[in-house]
T-cell receptor, first 109, second 115 residues
C-alpha cells in the first residue's frame, strides 16, 4: 500500500521561502495533495497536483512533482507568520487517501 | 454552507469507561472517514464509509473500537473500555467522491483524554 513520508519540523524566518518535502511509494497515486492544519483545527486542502503534471503554481504556493523519484514538494514564497501550521502531504491510491506524518512549520518574525 | 461538525469538542474520561464520538458530515457527501491524531504523530486512518458499501475497518486498532453510520449521514465512533493510549484527537472527514480526485473536508476534531 501507499506510504507517505515527510520531515517533522521546518523553521524559517519571515519573508524567506519554505520548502516542505515528501516522498511516497505508490506510483499509481493519481492525485497528490497538500493539506494545512492550523492549531486546534482540522485539516484543510491547500493545493493538489495531478500525477501527469510536474509543477503547479498558485499565488505564493508552488508544488513540484518528481514522478521518477516519487518526490513531492511544497514551496511557500515570502513565508508569513500566518503560515505557521502543520502541513500534510497525501496521496490517493484508489479510494483511500494516505497522509504523511505532517511537517510542523515554524515561522520566526 | 455548514462544514463537518464533531461533538463533543473535548472529552475527559476515566480508564475503562466507554465513549461515543459523533460526526455530522457535509450534506450530500457519500464518503466519511475517521482518523486519529496522537501527539507528534501523523494521521492514523481508522475507518471509511462509502454509500451503502461495507465499511473499510482495516485501520481500527482493536476490537474495542467500532463505528457506525446511520442513514448514510451521521456517524458515531465508539471506544469501549478506554485506555490511556486512546488519548488523542479524533478527526472526522467527509467527501463527495467523483473519481480519483478526493478532497476531504475535515471537522475540528474531538480531543479525548483518558485519565
Amino acid at each position: 500500500g501507499e506510504d507517505v513520508e515527510q520531515s517533522l519540523f521546518l523553521s524559517v524566518r519571515e519573508g524567506d521561502s519554505s520548502v516542505i518535502n515528501c516522498t511516497y511509494t505508490d506510483s499509481s497515486s493519481t492525485y497528490l495533495y497538500w493539506y494545512k492544519q492550523e492549531p486546534g483545527a482540522g485539516l484543510q486542502l491547500l493545493t493538489y497536483i495531478f500525477s501527469n503534471m510536474d509543477m503547479k503554481q498558485d499565488q505564493r504556493l508552488t508544488v513540484l512533482l518528481n514522478k521518477k523519484d516519487k518526490h513531492l514538494s511544497l514551496r511557500i514564497a515570502d513565508t508569513q507568520t500566518g503560515d505557521s501550521a502543520i502541513y500534510f502531504c497525501a496521496g490517493t491510491g484508489g479510494f483511500k487517501t494516505i497522509f504523511g506524518a505532517g511537517t510542523r512549520l515554524f515561522v520566526k518574525a | 454552507g455548514a462544514g463537518v461538525s464533531q461533538s463533543p469538542s473535548n472529552k475527559v474520561t476515566e480508564k475503562g469507561k466507554d465513549v461515543e464520538l459523533r460526526c455530522d458530515p457535509i450534506s450530500g457527501h457519500t464518503a466519511l472517514y475517521w482518523y486519529r491524531q496522537s501527539l507528534g504523530q501523523g494521521l492514523e486512518f481508522l475507518i471509511y464509509f462509502q454509500g451503502n458499501s461495507a465499511p473499510d475497518k482495516s485501520g481500527l486498532p482493536s476490537d474495542r473500537f467500532s463505528a457506525e453510520r446511520t442513514g448514510g449521514s451521521v456517524s458515531t465512533l465508539t471506544i469501549q473500555r478506554t485506555q490511556q493510549e486512546d488519548s488523542a484527537v479524533y478527526l472526522c472527514a467527509s467527501s463527495f467522491e467523483r473519481s480519483s480526485y478526493n478532497e476531504q473536508f475535515f471537522g475540528p476534531g474531538t480531543r479525548l483524554t483518558v485519565l
